[in-house]
């Protein structure tokens, strides 16, 4: 089963760019089959990650930025592929 992990943030105004690079910069313990980084407006940033997993297995997941680099916790999500269109 192919499970997808979101996380994303919002920095601080002014240091989407900043938090873009951390995000970036961030090495997970295990190589995902896929991972993908979106920023969009407000400073936010989106990494998704997909997996070879069970719903429920224990997967590395990005942290939260250390400081005053966002303006409130990261939010995360986990999702079960349920097909692919137009591939």
Known sequence: MTIALMWEARAVPGRGEELLAWAR???????????????????????ITWWDAELD????????????????AVHRWRFESVGIEGA
């Open 25 to 47: 910069g961030q090495e997970l313990a295990v190589r995902p089959l896929r991972r993908e980084t979106l920023r969009a407006a407000g400073d936010r940033v989106l990494v």
């Open 57 to 72: 297995a224990e997967l590395p997941e990005l942290p939260e930025p250390e400081g005053e680099l966002v303006t409130r």
